[in-house]
């Protein structure tokens, strides 16, 4: 069995949790140009892959260019099982990242006679306490029970690889800027799209960059990536609708800023 992923996170928990195989799809195609395919050489989101990983020396050019390599070898590596006819299992959860990741390999594997199956992450649970968790993606869930959710796993007949294909391929047409997912489905935005709840934790004072964005992400349920959300606030910067305190070059997620 191939264990599909969207994301490192993921992809640690599943080897954690003792399920090897896996195959990584790092692609955020939830952001930028996806109107053309991902290639070895320069293609629009080789560019944003890069921009993204070297920001704020995540990485340097030579270890981004491994992790792109790698990413590469798995669409290869995703090829194989589909023609050998073996099992493949997809772990989604509501990520724009994650559900751009699975119509991106249904339209890729749309016809492929491999059996293709979904394991969907839980909204919500409710503990023994009745208490109830909510869920964001699979990195938030314990990597022990990870194995338990894999015998929930869903088959995907051709008519519904069929149909999240179709809807990849609308997408890619639209080729906006920026996917969300809205009431379970992915759908084109603007870049503006998250900005009302990021300004809805615009400090009274002032505040890192940093504290901006995990307040954003934690109090406003946005399950985009931060790097992206830090982009809107070098636009709110650009356009005075938040101020530099004090900036910390080279680290701006440190820098403080005001509203």
């Given at each position: ?39 070895e ?59 751009c ?7 890729l ?9 979904v394991?969907?992450?839980?909204k ?10 909510e869920y ?6 314990a ?10 796993a869903?088959?995907?007949?051709r ?20 996917r ?19 300004r809805?934790e ?13 307040s ?29 305190v ?14």
């Amino acid at each position: 069995m191939l264990e599909i992923c969207y994301g490192s996170a993921v992809e640690g928990s599943l080897k954690v949790a003792g399920l090897r195989n896996t195959a990584n799809l790092n692609f955020d195609l939830s952001l930028g140009d996806i109107s053309m395919p991902i290639t070895e050489g320069d293609c629009p989101q080789r560019q944003l892959f890069f921009q993204v990983l070297t920001d704020e020396g995540r990485c340097g050019p030579e270890k981004a260019e491994k992790i792109w390599q790698k990413s590469l070898s798995v669409l290869r590596k995703l090829n194989l099982p589909a023609g050998e006819g073996k099992p493949m299992r997809i772990w989604v959860d509501e990520t724009p990242m994650a559900a751009c990741g699975l119509l991106f390999t249904a339209n890729l594997l749309w016809d492929s006679t491999a059996p293709l199956m979904v394991v969907r992450c839980p909204k919500t649970e409710i503990r023994p306490d009745r208490v109830v968790i909510e869920y964001r993606g699979w990195g938030e869930m314990a990597p022990r029970r990870l194995p338990g959710f894999a015998q929930t796993a869903v088959p995907l007949d051709r008519a519904e690889r069929q149909a999240l294909a179709h809807r990849w391929q609308t997408l890619m047409a639209e080729n906006s800027p920026l996917r969300a997912v809205e009431r379970g489905e992915v759908v084109s935005v603007s870049t503006d799209y998250y900005d009302d709840r990021l300004r809805r934790e615009f400090p009274q004072t002032t505040c890192t960059v940093a504290e901006l964005i995990g307040s954003a992400i934690g109090k406003q349920n946005i399950c985009t990536g931060d790097w992206f959300l830090a982009q809107r606030v070098r636009a709110f910067l650009s356009t005075g609708e938040l101020n530099m305190v004090e900036e910390n070059k080279g680290r701006f997620y440190s820098s403080v800023i005001s509203r």
